[in-house]
């Protein structure tokens, strides 16, 4: 019995060792890179400034009046034109 169990253990180690060596790293997986994963971490640092950002004039309050008031010119095609503004000049 104590036999069976030693050749149990070689043959657990031995497979041990053979998927081990398997292990490669394939440029694609970033095994052993250390930078792996920092474009990532570098993009997502730049969309985000300031996480809590601290104003010096309070935040206005805002009101559903104007939200209502701004559907029901929508609904009723009375949508105030936004005033044109050009960004470069007309040749003249």
Known sequence: MAMNFKLR???VGTGALALAGCVT????SGLGDTGFGN???QTMAAQVIDPNPVYEDPIPPTSADNAVDAID???NDQVKEPERV???EEPG
């Open 9 to 11: 253990i070689l043959f």
């Open 25 to 28: 790293d394939d440029g694609i």
């Open 39 to 41: 474009a990532n971490r």
């Open 73 to 75: 010119r929508l609904r």
């Open 86 to 88: 050009s960004t470069t």
